[in-house]
C-alpha cells in the first residue's frame, strides 16, 4: 500500500529534465550536444564572492546564522535597494531565504488557505502552481501572449480574479518570455488587487539581467507587496542556495516563525560570501556578464526569426527567448526530443510553463558562449532543411 | 487586510529564540551567558571537511548538482550504510536534502493528505507536528515518560492509532531526551503500522553520538521505512544546511518531483565538502568529539541529578538531558527566564517540545565546553540556594 499524497497527481516534474538526462546519456557516447536548456548562468561565482566564501570557510563560520538571516547582509540588502533603486526598504523586512525557492514556499505557505485562489500568467515558472497546490490552493492560469507583452495585466487580471482569489503573482523579468511588466499596468493591478483585499506577490529574481534600460522593483509602488529576489542569476550565485523576500511588516511574524521551523536557516558560508556581491568589483563583473548575454540575446533573436521562429515581441530581460515552433512542428515535445536526437541542439518544451498553446512554443536559454550558440543555430538550420 | 494563512495559528515559534534574543541583549550589556540551550555542536566543522570546500570552491564548483544531489555523494551514504551498519541501501533510494528539514518536508508533503494524521511523540521535536500541520494533516500527540523511556513503543503506538492515522513518526536518539527506541519495539512498531497499511518516519539525526553502544538504523529492519538524517550533528555541518532522506522504493519518482519543485538541489559546496566527511581522518575527528560530548554528558547528568533535577533514564545519545524541575518550580518557562535574568543560565523550557507535562521539564544542551557546564552548574546551584 502506498501512501502518495493526492497534491502529487498535481505537480509535475520538470520535462526538460528527462531531455537533460538523455542528453547526458548522448554526451557519454561521444555525442556533441549545445545545452539551450539550462536555467542558469554559465558563467562560475564571481571570484570576490569566491573569495569571500574562502575567507568565510578560513574563519570557521559553519554554524547557523539566525533565521530571518545575517544581519549584516539583511543591511547590505537594505543599501541595495537604496542605491539601485532609490527605494526605502528597511532591513528588518528583509528574509534571506534557502534560494528563491524558500522565499516562494514562505509566501505562500503564510497568505494560501485551502481553497484559496492565486492568479498566476501562463507562460510562467511551474513551480509557482507548484507551491501553490503545495498549500492546497488553487491557481488560476491567466494566460498572456505577445498582445499582452506576456505579462499580466489590469484587464487580464480582473478577468481572471475570482471570489475565492487572494493573491496574484507575477515575475518581471518572466521565465519563460524574457517581458518586463510596465510601471503603469503593475501600479493598476497593485490598485486592483488591494481594493479585492488581496496581495500582490512579484518575482524579481532576474533582475539585473535587463537589457537597455534599468528595471524598477514592485516595491516602490508599495511596502504593501510580497517581493522575491534571489542571488543566482544576476549575481551568479546558483549551487549556493541563496535569495530573499521583502515582507509587508504585518507578516513578519507569521514569516519568522514558518522559518524557523521549515528551514532554520539558509546556508550560512553563502550568506557570508553574498557580502562580496555588492562590491564594486563584483557589481562591475556581473555588468560584464549582464553584456554578455545582452550580446548573446541579440545574435540569438536575429539568427531565430531568421530561420523562421516566431518571437513577436523582443524580450527585455532574463536569458531566455520564448519562440512559437508551430511553423515546424504543432507538437512542441516531439519537436524538442527530435532536435536533440537529430541535431544535438537541447531546448526546452513549452509545456513546461503551463498549457497556454504549450504545444506551439519552445524556449530557448542563451546560458551558453556566444560560438555555441552559433553552432546551435547552424545545426537548427541543418536539421530544419532536411 | 492581512490574508495569514490558518495554518499559522497552529505553527509555534521556538520559545528559546525569544529567550536566547534576551541573552544576547544581556551579553551586549556585558553580562556573562552560559548557554545551555543551543541544539548544534559548539565545535567548528572538522578541518577536512572545511579544505574539501575550499578546494571546491578553487575549482570552481558553484552551479547546481542534480536535483537529488551529487552522484558521489549519494553513493559514499550508501557506502557508509554498507559499512557502518552493514546494511545495503542503494545509492538511488537516497535523496540529498537542504538540511534534514529538507529531508522531513519531503516526506510529509508526498505522505499525507489534508485530515491524515501522523502519530508522533510528546515531548519530541516540534518541527515534525508543524511539518505535518503545513501539510493540513493532523498530528496525534503520543505521550511518553520515563516508563516508556521517552519513546513511542508498541502499546502507546496502538492506544494512539486512529483510523485517519497513515504514518507514525519517531527520532532515536529523541530530541529533547536523548532516549534511543529499542530495537525489539522498533521492530513490533513497524509490524502494526505494516498491519495497518500505514508508514513509518524515522528520525535518526543524531546517530554516531551514542554513548557506550552501536546504534543501529531502522533501515535494517525493512526497507519501506522513511529514514531521515543529517550532516548537522556527528558529522559537524550545521550551517552548510545539508542532510538526506533514504526513500522507499515507490514514492522515489513522486520525492524527486516535488524535490525539484519545492528546492532544486540541496547546496553544491556542502555536497561537494561532505564527501570528505567519510575519510578516516574526519571520523576519527568526530569519533573524538563523540567522545568529549559522552563526558559532558557523564557530567552533567550526574551534577543536575545532585542539585535536585529529575532525571530517571540516562540519555543514551543525542547532547541534551531532559531534566524534571518540580522541585523547584511548576512553570517552567518562567523558571528558565529567571535563571537566565538572575543566574546567566539559558536552557530551554518544556513547552519547546510539546504539551505532556511541558510546565515541569526544561531541556539542557551539552552543546558548551566542560568548563562552561561547570560553571553553569555553579550558577544554578547558587541560585537555588537563594
Given at each position: 500500500m502506498t501512501h502518495i499524497a493526492d497534491r502529487m497527481s498535481d505537480i509535475q516534474p520538470f520535462h526538460v529534465m528527462a531531455l537533460l538526462g538523455r542528453a547526458r546519456e548522448l554526451e557519454a557516447h561521444g555525442r556533441s550536444i549545445i545545452h539551450m536548456e539550462i536555467g542558469e548562468p554559465d558563467f562560475v561565482t564571481a571570484q570576490p564572492i569566491i573569495d569571500a566564501g574562502i575567507a568565510a570557510l578560513e574563519a570557521g563560520q559553519t554554524h547557523y546564522t539566525p533565521t530571518m538571516g545575517l544581519p549584516a547582509l539583511r543591511e547590505a540588502i537594505s543599501r541595495y535597494y537604496q542605491s539601485h533603486y532609490k527605494v526605502d526598504v528597511p532591513a528588518n523586512r528583509i528574509v534571506i531565504t534557502p534560494g528563491a525557492s524558500g522565499a516562494l514556499q514562505l509566501a505562500f505557505s503564510v497568505l494560501i488557505n485551502p481553497g484559496d485562489a492565486v492568479v498566476l500568467a501562463d507562460p510562467g515558472y511551474p513551480c509557482n502552481r507548484h507551491f501553490v497546490r503545495l498549500n492546497e490552493g488553487q491557481s488560476i492560469a491567466a494566460n498572456v501572449d505577445a498582445n499582452s507583452n506576456y505579462q499580466l495585466n489590469e484587464s487580464i487580471l480582473k478577468e481572471s480574479?475570482?471570489?475565492?482569489?487572494v493573491a496574484a503573482m507575477l515575475a518581471s523579468p518572466s521565465n519563460p518570455t524574457g517581458a518586463l511588466v510596465s510601471d503603469n499596468e503593475l501600479k493598476a493591478m497593485h490598485a486592483f488587487i488591494e481594493q479585492q483585499g488581496g496581495v500582490l506577490v512579484v518575482d524579481e529574481i532576474y533582475h539585473g539581467l535587463v537589457y537597455g534600460q534599468q528595471e524598477k522593483t514592485a516595491l516602490a509602488i508599495s511596502d504593501d507587496i510580497f517581493v522575491i529576489n534571489s542571488f543566482s542569476k544576476y549575481f551568479g550565485m546558483t549551487g549556493w542556495r541563496l535569495g530573499w523576500l521583502v515582507v509587508p511588516e504585518e507578516y513578519l511574524d507569521a514569516v519568522d516563525r514558518l522559518a524557523q521551523n521549515i528551514f532554520?536557516?539558509?546556508?550560512t558560508l553563502a550568506q557570508h560570501a553574498a557580502?562580496?556581491?555588492?562590491?564594486p568589483e563584483a557589481i562591475a563583473i556581473f555588468d560584464q556578464r549582464r553584456d554578455k548575454f545582452s550580446e548573446r540575446r541579440d545574435y540569438l533573436l536575429f539568427a531565430l526569426r531568421e530561420i523562421g521562429f516566431d518571437i513577436p515581441v523582443n524580450p527585455e530581460g532574463a536569458f531566455y527567448l520564448y519562440a512559437n515552433c508551430e511553423k515546424f512542428s504543432s507538437n512542441s515535445y516531439e519537436f524538442v526530443s527530435d532536435l536533440l536526437e537529430k541535431a544535438g541542439v537541447a531546448i526546452t518544451p513549452g509545456i513546461d510553463f503551463g498549457d497556454n498553446a504549450a504545444d506551439k512554443h519552445v524556449r530557448f536559454a542563451y546560458t551558453t558562449s556566444l560560438e555555441n550558440l552559433k553552432e546551435g543555430v547552424a545545426r537548427i538550420k541543418k536539421y530544419l532543411a532536411n
Amino acid at each position: 500500500m502506498t501512501h502518495i499524497a493526492d497534491r502529487m497527481s498535481d505537480i509535475q516534474p520538470f520535462h526538460v529534465m528527462a531531455l537533460l538526462g538523455r542528453a547526458r546519456e548522448l554526451e557519454a557516447h561521444g555525442r556533441s550536444i549545445i545545452h539551450m536548456e539550462i536555467g542558469e548562468p554559465d558563467f562560475v561565482t564571481a571570484q570576490p564572492i569566491i573569495d569571500a566564501g574562502i575567507a568565510a570557510l578560513e574563519a570557521g563560520q559553519t554554524h547557523y546564522t539566525p533565521t530571518m538571516g545575517l544581519p549584516a547582509l539583511r543591511e547590505a540588502i537594505s543599501r541595495y535597494y537604496q542605491s539601485h533603486y532609490k527605494v526605502d526598504v528597511p532591513a528588518n523586512r528583509i528574509v534571506i531565504t534557502p534560494g528563491a525557492s524558500g522565499a516562494l514556499q514562505l509566501a505562500f505557505s503564510v497568505l494560501i488557505n485551502p481553497g484559496d485562489a492565486v492568479v498566476l500568467a501562463d507562460p510562467g515558472y511551474p513551480c509557482n502552481r507548484h507551491f501553490v497546490r503545495l498549500n492546497e490552493g488553487q491557481s488560476i492560469a491567466a494566460n498572456v501572449d505577445a498582445n499582452s507583452n506576456y505579462q499580466l495585466n489590469e484587464s487580464i487580471l480582473k478577468e481572471s480574479w475570482t471570489s475565492n482569489s487572494v493573491a496574484a503573482m507575477l515575475a518581471s523579468p518572466s521565465n519563460p518570455t524574457g517581458a518586463l511588466v510596465s510601471d503603469n499596468e503593475l501600479k493598476a493591478m497593485h490598485a486592483f488587487i488591494e481594493q479585492q483585499g488581496g496581495v500582490l506577490v512579484v518575482d524579481e529574481i532576474y533582475h539585473g539581467l535587463v537589457y537597455g534600460q534599468q528595471e524598477k522593483t514592485a516595491l516602490a509602488i508599495s511596502d504593501d507587496i510580497f517581493v522575491i529576489n534571489s542571488f543566482s542569476k544576476y549575481f551568479g550565485m546558483t549551487g549556493w542556495r541563496l535569495g530573499w523576500l521583502v515582507v509587508p511588516e504585518e507578516y513578519l511574524d507569521a514569516v519568522d516563525r514558518l522559518a524557523q521551523n521549515i528551514f532554520l536557516a539558509a546556508p550560512t558560508l553563502a550568506q557570508h560570501a553574498a557580502l562580496a556581491a555588492f562590491k564594486p568589483e563584483a557589481i562591475a563583473i556581473f555588468d560584464q556578464r549582464r553584456d554578455k548575454f545582452s550580446e548573446r540575446r541579440d545574435y540569438l533573436l536575429f539568427a531565430l526569426r531568421e530561420i523562421g521562429f516566431d518571437i513577436p515581441v523582443n524580450p527585455e530581460g532574463a536569458f531566455y527567448l520564448y519562440a512559437n515552433c508551430e511553423k515546424f512542428s504543432s507538437n512542441s515535445y516531439e519537436f524538442v526530443s527530435d532536435l536533440l536526437e537529430k541535431a544535438g541542439v537541447a531546448i526546452t518544451p513549452g509545456i513546461d510553463f503551463g498549457d497556454n498553446a504549450a504545444d506551439k512554443h519552445v524556449r530557448f536559454a542563451y546560458t551558453t558562449s556566444l560560438e555555441n550558440l552559433k553552432e546551435g543555430v547552424a545545426r537548427i538550420k541543418k536539421y530544419l532543411a532536411n
